[in-house]
């Protein structure tokens, strides 16, 4: 019984983490539409008098990297929920412990980008809010989204971003709970006796 609640909640933090990671790409990709497909992390803003100037954007392959790794975690967790729900069907769930240690090997690595992706979200936004605090016209990042923009009308940027910072982090947690648990599994695992040992060989002595 403890195998199949692990097996249910493994499920379950799959499906969450497929939605974390399509809500993250979706409000980045948003985001970076409202500034013309530029990318607005790390960028700098200044005040003209009656709006706000972009002054300057990071590389766009830096959001489109964030993205990326957003969607194929997200497709990496739907393939996962697949299968998970296949093997609970058909009772095929039973991994040897050489396909656990390739999972938790592969869950590593995505936690690995997961956390960086986390990092460039939280520390690109800190330092555009830090920008356009810095105009003194406003006493908040997200009070730009009701000031005029120069060139641009960014009327969400900021509840984007949020959104996306935030299922960022989350997936780093969900995958974290996903490691912990291939970990247990791993630990839960009992080899299978060897083909040259059989029941029927006696405990003491051997063959005659």
């Known amino acids: 019984m403890a195998v199949s609640v692990l097996r ?3 499920l379950g933090l799959h499906g969450a983490a497929f939605l974390c990671g399509i809500v993250c790409a979706s409000a980045l990709t948003v985001a970076q539409g409202e500034f013309g497909g530029r990318c607005i992390l790390y960028g700098t803003v200044s005040w003209n008098g009656s709006a706000l100037v972009p002054r300057s954007f990071s590389h766009v392959s830096l959001c489109y990297f964030v993205s990326a790794v957003s969607v194929a975690v997200a497709l990496c967790c739907f393939s996962a929920l697949l299968y998970g729900i296949y093997g609970c069907c058909t009772e095929e769930s039973r991994w040897d412990r050489t396909w656990l240690s390739i999972a938790l090997v592969v869950a590593f690595v995505v936690l690995f980008f ?3 992706s986390a990092c460039i979200l939280r520390v690109g936004m800190d330092a555009l809010c830090a ?3 810095q105009t003194k016209s406003l006493s908040g990042c997200q009070e730009a989204e009701r000031k005029p923009w120069a060139s641009y009308s960014p009327t ?3 509840s984007n971003l949020y959104s996306a910072q935030a299922s960022a982090w989350v997936s780093v947690s969900l995958w974290c709970l996903l490691s912990a648990g291939l970990l247990l ?7 299978f006796p060897r083909p040259n040992a059989p029941e029927t060989e006696p405990i003491f002595g051997g063959r005659p």
């Open 8 to 10: 249910l909640a493994e």
């Open 114 to 116: 997961l956390l960086v």
């Open 131 to 133: 920008s356009i605090v």
């Open 156 to 158: 969400r940027f900021y």
């Open 185 to 191: 599994r791993r630990r839960m695992d009992v080899p």
